[in-house]
Each structure stands twice: as C-alpha cells, then as structure tokens.
C-alpha cells in the first residue's frame, strides 16, 4: 500500500452483517465523501452502489482490497443523523444495515448491474467461426450494448453464454458490467421554430406549405398557441399540446422538423407540482380544542412526547394543523405520519388548503421515480423550494430531514405501523419517537382507541396526556345496537348474511338518501370451499392455508403467496360435485347486497379494488360527493376517514376478530369497533351502528357500546401482567425457516435449548404458527419475554450468538433465522 492511501467503509444493499472496506483510488480522493454512493464490484461480477460511512487510512487485514470503481454524487445523499437513526434501528430490531439501506433509500436511488456485451471493432478472425458465433456477432454488429437476456431473445438460443465465453477469448468481444440508475428526469417534450424567422420570412414558409394542408395547420397552430409575433417572446408550446390543437399525427410533425421549419427540445422538470396555490387561513378552534392545544403546548415544555386522546371526530387534525404552522413559522420540518395511504387522500385536500406546496406526499403507490424526487427536495432544505410538511406513511421516517421540529403520529394504535417482512421489521411510531429525539423534536401521538403500551406510558409519567371526549360541533356519540346472530339464525329470520336490524337499518338509510357503512375485515368472496359430502377444502400448494374464493375472476387465492387456481368442478376426495362456498368475505357481502338493492350504487373498498394509484381517490371522492350509497370495506374504512352523510354504519362479523389466537385481540377488536363506529352520524345528527355478533354479552362489546376505552384497558393490564405480556414484558419472536420441516424441527429444538439454558422459563417454545407453511417454506416461532427492567441490548447479543454458533453447524447453515423485536 502508498503512504497516504485512504479507504473507505461502505454500506451495501446486501443482508449481509458489517461494513465492507475498499480503497480510495487517488484520483477519487477528492471525490469520495462520507454520506456519498460509490461504485464497487463485489464478488467476481456483481456491481452495487454503495454508501460511504467511513473514511480511514487503515488498510484491512486478511484479505485484497478492491478500488472503488466511481462515485456517482455531487453531494452527500445521506446526512450524519441519518446514519445515526439507521445504527439505531439495525442495533434496535436486530437487523444488517445493508437491509437498512434497501428499506431507506427509494429503488431509483440504489443502483444495480446488468451484464451487457459489445462487439470490438478491431476484431479480425484468425479461424472459421462457426456459425452461431457469426450469427452472434452479426446481431452485435447491429446494435449497442446488448444484454445477455436480450442477445438469446434475438438469436433464439437458449443460453449464449458458452458461445460468448469463446467469443471473449478470441478477443471478437467485450464483455462489461454497466451500473444502470433506475431513476431518469422527468423531460417534457417541445417544440418551437427551427430559427428566427421575419414576418415576410413566416408568410412565405406558410405559402410554400399550400400543398401539404395538414403541414401548414400544424405551422398555424404553433404560431397560435405560442401567440408568436416578432416582438413578444414566444410561449412554450409542448408537442403533445400542438399535436391536440391541430388534430395531427407526429409523422407530419416529424416532416415539419425534417424540413427545418420546427425543431423539437426537451426540458427537465420535477414531477411535483410547485405550482403557486392558493392557501386558506387557519379555523379558529372550539373552546374544547383551544384547551387541548393549550395542555400540548405546556406538556411539551416538560415531556418530549404527549399523546392527544380525542374521541372520534373531535377535531384532532384542526389541532394537528395549528401545531404545524407554529413549527413552519420557527422554520421547522413536521413530519405526519398516518397509517393507511386511504387516509392521505383526505388529509392532503385539508392540509394543501392551509400550507399550499410547502405540503408533500410520500407512500408507495407513489412510482420510484416520484419518491426519488421527494426524497431529492427535502434534502435541498430550501425554504422556498423544499417540502416543510411531509404527510406519509411508515417509510417516511427515512426521509433525509435536518431540522425536524415536530412528528405527529395519527392513529397511533394502527398495526399498519409495523412493518413485516422484509427486514428492518421497525415499527414506525417507536421508530420515529427516536427520530424525534434525535432532532431534538416533540412528538404528539393521536387516537381515539390508544396503543395499550401508550397508554401505560402516560400513566407512569412517561407520556404526557391530553385529552378531548368532546365531538365537533357538539355531535352526539353514535347510538350502538346489538344483532345477535344466533338468535336471528335459530329463529330463521336472516337475509343471506343480514340480520333482520341491519336489513332494516339499510332500508331505511337508503330510503332517507343516506349513505352507509358496513364492514368486514376479510376481503374475497369466501374465506374457503368446502366439499357438502366429506368436508374437504382446498388449500394452497405452498403454503398451509385454505384459499379464498373470489368471485369477480373465478379464482381460488392464496392471501400469502399469491397462487391462484381455478375453482375445482369436484371434490378431489370423494369426487362429489357438491362444493360450497363458506364464510363472507367483502366480495360477498358487495354481491349479496346488488341483490337486495338493485337500485343501491354500492362499492368496495379492500386490496382488491385499491391496487391502483388513484383508486383511493377515486372512491373516496365519489362517496364524500354522495355518487355512492353503500361503500363495503376492510379496515381501510375504519381509519380516520369523515363523511358527512353516513348515517349507519354496519359490523357484519364482530367474533372474527374477538376469536382470532392472539393476546392483541380483545385490544384491537375495541380498537376496529370504536375506529369504525367513529364513521357515523358525522356533521348533521346522531349516527346508528349496529354490530352483529354471536356474543352480544361480550365485555369487550359491551365497552364499545359504552364508549368505555379505561374498562378495557384495565381488564387488558391485567390479564398482560398475569401472563407476561407488553408492557409489562419486552417480547422478541425469533422465526426459523426451511424447506424441510424435519431438519427446521431439529434447528430449533437445538437453539431452544441452547437459549432456555441462559434465559430459563423465558424462552417458549418452539411452536408452528397459525400458518405453518409459507411458500413451501416451514415456519417454526421460538418466543423470548424478558422483563422491562432488563438489557434488551444484551438479550438481542446472546440471541445473535446463539443463532450464529447454530448457523456454524453444518447441517444447519440452510435454515433461515429471523428476528422480530416487539412482534405485533
């Protein structure tokens, strides 16, 4: 190594553990900075861009190390406390940080690499070559950089690459590993005349056109829309926008620039609208939320976080919007968390009404290219320019802030905050409590049902808390009816899946041309087929779960890998034709109701009919504009959203959520009755819920009907506390994957072992989960519980040791270890 040589500790996109060491090469050295992506090869072909974390002058030892190859930023891409908020999380929830990365970075901003092959032009044959290699070369002679995937489509070979192996050797080609960003500007496309022309000049360009009509009437409409005369400077004119003024073709456009009379040019610009919009003042607040702001702002001067407890249509995003411009006025970022992209599309309209563009979006049905420019704004840190408000959801806490002055975490209950699968599996609103702390920023948490651990945290002082138990404008509590399922079943008095109150209860809706609500949180047509003669149900190849049936495709889906099949004419058991379907999901329920309504304008709204970008929008402007009467949904309409029409709102299946196997469920079946209930009666009177269940005497149901959130969660503490449970307990679920169920159950008895011999009675298990098999992967859950006053730091050490000495065993190195910290 020269004196003086300087290395570089970079992050890769890889689920590898620890930092990978290249040189600097001197003529980068000015280049390569920390925060910065840099080009490297890894392994024998693989090209990645990585991000610089470190620089040293210490040379590794026990191995060559590689130069990096570029480096592809101006500026830092990732800021100091960036870096710290991601050591957190990789630290936190027990993952590498080349997984950080890929969670953080939007994919237009991590680059990849594509084999392609170029034919040489100096080659000169010493040999015959046979005749796939001249048919290789002759379909490389022709075009550029082709890739391997693209050369076999074209020759028509299955594989070319032992022909290209021997082509390289003979020197006839070269053979490159190109970095390809995913991520282009945005160009619009203009047009505008070949020169400047005199008045004289224009008219006699024109008469030469006399002949060739539609030519000439696309000179006129340019010469129109551009409002060109020789004094003024001429507007621009987009291509598009001329081609609709004139009704033409882009062949004759194309003749036009041939002749060099227009010519075409592109600019850049940014897919956000910065457009000037108008903005309006800020409501004045009622008296009860004048005093809630006033508790927020005294309990920030004391505690970092509080938690605002507002009944359903309190008016907690009016607070929310007055605490935001407070922080836009001390120059400050605000970062507003919500937990479903439904709710962004009306919380966007009221916020943009208030801030203008100084509002941005940010979630994943946003296209890679809108999330790198996004991501690209807030790090400019513009006043006038950049985003001061970003409304998103979970995957916004990676944005690149710098001056952070206020997160806000709306329905902070949700699950949805949590993210699964892939690794980092953080939950967002413990996430960005953090964020905040390293900001130096307050935190205000907002529900109506909250978190169970949050609202502990408030009892022990660590939260202040806030509350608001009155409804806007004085609006009274929804009235709660009970439907007992059984009793309507036994006396035969059901429509289809309609107990006789919820029927009527439509009716009557409908007849008053109000709008209606009904919810259930299963979506298809139904949960599963089964046979009428034996009972058999299909279910899923892969994994070990019935499929649900869906109606609109006549397809049998698995919800957790995504095969689909078709509906079989029989039995595969007893071959009897007979098949059935059972259970409802919304599908159903959409079906059913088009039967008894005909003259209902009823839609869905689930994962099904929300893949698009706009679909949100599109059903949520239609039922705010009343073109809906009937909107059936998953808990996506249980989420914050205001409606002034609905007058009912329907649960058609409470026990499908008080029944589900886990010690959350009382807590969220209290949480998704009460969100949901929270949609009626909103503005103009009192709103009627009616919930259908098996167990009308349920406490869990029966708090919901009193609107009692300190019942439930006094029973819930103190059942948690009996069984080692949050948030008495700190959980951490350890998952083994294989393909072979036989050697995961030996992995894991083996590490159960290993653990229960330094953590005793609290490791549990190992046990198959509800689904045990997930895209013919076994799944086995081992679970840790170690008590509060504990170091989860040291726990998730031995945890990392104990999976790495299990992963040293042989026969164990295939099975997969996952890590989920605070499981949901």
Same mark, same amino acid.
Request: with cysteine; aromatic share 10%; net charge neutral.
């Given at each position: 190594?020269?004196?003086?040589?300087?290395?570089?500790?970079?992050?890769?996109?890889?689920?590898?553990?620890?930092?990978?060491?290249?040189?600097?090469?001197?003529?980068?050295?000015?280049?390569?900075?920390?925060?910065?992506?840099?080009? !490297?090869?890894?392994?024998?072909?693989?090209?990645?861009?990585?991000?610089?974390?470190?620089?040293?002058?210490?040379?590794? %030892?026990?191995?060559?190390?590689?130069?990096?190859?570029?480096?592809?930023?101006?500026?830092?891409?990732?800021?100091?406390?960036?870096?710290?908020?991601?050591?957190?999380?990789?630290?936190?929830?027990?993952?590498?940080?080349?997984?950080?990365?890929?969670?953080?970075? /939007?994919?237009?901003?991590?680059?990849?690499?594509?084999?392609?092959?170029?034919?040489?032009?100096?080659?000169?044959?010493?040999?015959?070559?046979?005749?796939?290699?001249?048919?290789?070369?002759?379909?490389?002679?022709?075009?550029?950089?082709?890739?391997?995937?693209?050369?076999?489509?074209?020759?028509?070979?299955?594989?070319?690459?032992?022909?290209?192996?021997?082509?390289?050797?003979?020197? #006839?080609?070269?053979?490159?590993? +190109?970095?390809?960003?995913?991520?282009?500007?945005?160009?619009?496309?203009?047009?505008?005349?070949?020169?400047?022309?005199?008045?004289?000049?224009?008219?006699?360009?024109?008469?030469?056109?006399?002949?060739?009509?539609?030519?000439?009437?696309?000179?006129?409409?340019?010469?129109?829309?551009?409002?060109?005369?020789?004094?003024?400077?001429?507007?621009?004119?987009?291509?598009?926008?001329?081609?609709?003024?004139?009704?033409?073709?882009?062949?004759?456009?194309?003749?036009? !620039? @041939?002749?060099?009379?227009?010519?075409?040019?592109?600019?850049?610009?940014?897919?956000? @609208?910065?457009?000037?919009? %108008?903005?309006? /003042?800020?409501?004045?607040?009622?008296?009860?939320?004048?005093?809630?702001?006033?508790?927020?702002?005294?309990?920030?001067?004391?505690?970092?976080?509080?938690?605002?407890?507002?009944?359903?249509?309190?008016?907690?995003?009016?607070?929310?919007?007055?605490?935001?411009?407070?922080?836009?006025?001390?120059?400050?970022?605000?970062?507003?968390?919500? /937990?479903?992209?439904?709710?962004?599309? *009306?919380?966007?309209?009221?916020?943009?009404?208030?801030?203008?563009?100084?509002?941005?979006?940010?979630?994943?049905?946003?296209?890679?290219?809108?999330?790198?420019?996004? =991501?690209? $704004?807030?790090?400019?840190?513009?006043?006038?320019?950049? =985003?001061?408000?970003?409304?998103? !959801?979970?995957?916004?806490?990676?944005?690149?802030?710098?001056?952070?002055?206020?997160?806000?975490?709306?329905?902070?209950?949700?699950?949805?905050?949590?993210?699964?699968?892939?690794?980092?599996?953080?939950?967002?609103?413990?996430?960005?409590?953090?964020?905040?702390?390293?900001?130096?920023?307050?935190?205000?948490?907002?529900?109506?049902?909250?978190?169970?651990?949050?609202?502990?945290?408030?009892?022990?002082?660590? =939260?202040?808390?806030? %509350?608001?138990?009155?409804?806007?404008?004085?609006?009274?509590?929804?009235?709660?009816?009970? #439907? @007992?399922?059984?009793?309507?079943?036994?006396?035969?008095?059901?429509?289809?899946?309609?107990?006789?109150?919820?029927?009527?209860?439509?009716?009557?809706?409908?007849?008053?041309?109000?709008?209606?609500?009904?919810?259930?949180? +299963?979506?298809?047509?139904?949960?599963?087929?089964?046979?009428?003669?034996?009972?058999?149900?299909?279910?899923?190849?892969?994994?070990?779960?019935?499929?649900?049936?869906?109606?609109?495709? $006549?397809?049998?889906?698995?919800?957790?890998?995504?095969?689909?099949?078709?509906?079989?004419?029989?039995?595969?058991?007893?071959?009897?034709?007979?098949?059935?379907?059972?259970?409802?999901?919304?599908?159903?329920?959409?079906?059913?109701?088009?039967?008894?309504?005909?003259?209902?304008?009823?839609?869905?709204?689930?994962?099904?009919?929300?893949?698009?970008?706009?679909?949100?929008?599109?059903?949520?402007?239609?039922?705010?504009?009343?073109?809906?009467?009937?909107?059936?949904?998953?808990?996506? &309409?249980?989420?914050?959203?205001?409606?002034?029409?609905?007058?009912?709102?329907?649960?058609?299946?409470?026990?499908?959520?008080?029944?589900?196997?886990?010690?959350?469920?009382?807590?969220?079946?209290?949480?998704?009755? #009460?969100?949901?209930?929270?949609?009626?009666?909103?503005?103009?009177?009192?709103?009627? &819920?009616?919930? *259908?269940?098996?167990?009308?005497?349920?406490?869990?149901?029966?708090?919901?009907?009193?609107?009692?959130?300190?019942?439930?969660?006094?029973?819930?503490?103190?059942?948690? %506390?009996?069984?080692?449970?949050?948030?008495?307990?700190?959980?951490?679920?350890?998952?083994?994957?294989?393909?072979?169920?036989?050697?995961?159950?030996? #992995?894991?008895?083996?590490?159960?072992?290993?653990?229960?011999?330094?953590?005793?009675?609290?490791?549990?298990?190992?046990?198959?989960?509800?689904?045990?098999?997930?895209?013919?992967?076994?799944?086995?859950?081992?679970?840790?519980?170690?008590?509060?006053?504990?170091?989860?730091?040291?726990?998730?050490?031995?945890?990392?040791?104990?999976?790495?000495?299990?992963?040293?065993?042989?026969?164990?190195?295939? &099975?997969?270890?996952?890590?989920?910290?605070?499981?949901?």
């Amino acid at each position: 190594m020269n004196a003086g040589s300087l290395f570089a500790d970079l992050i890769l996109p890889l689920p590898l553990a620890g930092l990978f060491t290249y040189s600097i090469p001197w003529e980068l050295q000015n280049e390569v900075a920390v925060g910065k992506r840099v080009v !490297v090869s890894f392994g024998s072909k693989k090209i990645y861009s990585g991000i610089v974390k470190n620089i040293h002058s210490n040379p590794p %030892e026990g191995y060559e190390v590689k130069d990096i190859v570029a480096c592809l930023d101006e500026f830092p891409l990732i800021n100091n406390l960036q870096f710290s908020f991601w050591d957190w999380i990789s630290d936190y929830y027990q993952c590498n940080l080349g997984e950080v990365y890929k969670a953080a970075i /939007p994919a237009g901003l991590k680059l990849e690499s594509q084999t392609k092959i170029s034919y040489r032009e100096d080659f000169k044959a010493e040999k015959q070559l046979s005749k796939t290699e001249e048919l290789i070369l002759s379909i490389l002679k022709n075009s550029k950089d082709v890739s391997i995937q693209t050369l076999n489509q074209a020759s028509g070979l299955k594989n070319a690459l032992p022909q290209l192996k021997k082509l390289l050797e003979k020197g #006839a080609i070269e053979v490159e590993e +190109r970095v390809l960003s995913s991520y282009k500007e945005k160009q619009i496309k203009y047009v505008r005349l070949f020169r400047d022309y005199s008045e004289d000049e224009l008219g006699e360009v024109l008469n030469g056109l006399s002949r060739a009509k539609k030519q000439q009437e696309i000179l006129f409409a340019y010469l129109n829309l551009s409002k060109h005369s020789i004094a003024d400077k001429p507007e621009k004119v987009t291509a598009a926008e001329l081609l609709l003024s004139s009704q033409s073709s882009s062949s004759i456009l194309k003749t036009l !620039v @041939d002749k060099q009379i227009l010519e075409i040019y592109f600019e850049s610009i940014d897919r956000l @609208d910065f457009s000037d919009s %108008e903005t309006s /003042p800020l409501k004045e607040l009622n008296a009860y939320q004048s005093k809630a702001i006033s508790e927020i702002r005294d309990s920030f001067k004391s505690k970092n976080t509080s938690l605002l407890h507002g009944v359903t249509s309190s008016g907690k995003t009016e607070i929310y919007i007055h605490l935001i411009q407070e922080q836009i006025n001390l120059g400050k970022q605000v970062l507003y968390l919500l /937990p479903e992209i439904a709710l962004t599309t *009306q919380i966007i309209s009221r916020l943009k009404h208030v801030f203008g563009n100084r509002v941005g979006v940010y979630h994943s049905k946003f296209n890679d290219a809108e999330r790198v420019e996004v =991501y690209n $704004n807030i790090q400019q840190n513009d006043p006038e320019k950049s =985003y001061q408000v970003i409304l998103g !959801v979970r995957s916004s806490i990676f944005l690149p802030f710098n001056n952070l002055g206020l997160i806000i975490i709306d329905e902070e209950h949700e699950n949805t905050y949590k993210q699964f699968d892939p690794a980092p599996r953080y939950h967002a609103r413990d996430a960005a409590l953090f964020l905040a702390h390293l900001h130096q920023a307050k935190t205000l948490l907002g529900t109506a049902t909250p978190a169970i651990e949050t609202y502990a945290n408030c009892k022990q002082g660590k =939260y202040a808390l806030v %509350e608001l138990m009155h409804r806007f404008q004085d609006i009274k509590m929804p009235e709660i009816q009970l #439907a @007992d399922l059984k009793e309507a079943k036994r006396k035969k008095r059901m429509h289809s899946i309609f107990t006789p109150e919820l029927f009527e209860g439509i009716t009557l809706a409908l007849d008053n041309k109000e709008q209606v609500i009904l919810f259930q949180n +299963r979506r298809g047509y139904a949960p599963f087929l089964e046979c009428k003669s034996c009972g058999w149900v299909p279910h899923c190849e892969n994994c070990s779960v019935s499929l649900t049936y869906h109606q609109y495709n $006549n397809q049998l889906v698995c919800h957790y890998c995504g095969h689909s099949t078709q509906p079989p004419q029989s039995c595969k058991q007893c071959e009897s034709t007979d098949m059935v379907d059972k259970g409802f999901g919304t599908e159903k329920i959409e079906d059913e109701l088009r039967g008894f309504f005909p003259q209902a304008r009823i839609a869905r709204m689930d994962l099904d009919t929300t893949r698009s970008k706009s679909a949100y929008e599109k059903l949520i402007y239609k039922f705010e504009n009343q073109e809906l009467d009937i909107l059936v949904g998953t808990q996506m &309409v249980s989420k914050g959203l205001d409606f002034d029409h609905v007058s009912l709102v329907g649960i058609l299946n409470a026990d499908s959520m008080l029944n589900f196997p886990d010690f959350r469920a009382h807590e969220r079946s209290y949480q998704m009755m #009460a969100q949901v209930s929270g949609r009626a009666g909103r503005k103009n009177k009192q709103g009627k &819920v009616i919930i *259908q269940t098996h167990d009308p005497k349920h406490p869990i149901v029966q708090s919901v009907i009193k609107n009692d959130y300190l019942s439930m969660y006094q029973t819930q503490m103190s059942e948690r %506390e009996e069984f080692i449970y949050p948030p008495f307990y700190r959980l951490i679920n350890i998952t083994l994957k294989h393909k072979n169920n036989g050697l995961l159950t030996q #992995a894991a008895n083996t590490l159960a072992k290993s653990l229960r011999k330094i953590f005793g009675i609290r490791i549990f298990g190992p046990q198959a989960p509800l689904v045990s098999r997930i895209q013919n992967y076994y799944i086995v859950n081992i679970l840790l519980k170690i008590e509060k006053k504990s170091s989860p730091a040291k726990a998730k050490w031995i945890l990392n040791r104990e999976a790495n000495n299990l992963k040293a065993i042989e026969r164990f190195k295939t &099975v997969m270890i996952q890590f989920d910290v605070d499981p949901m």
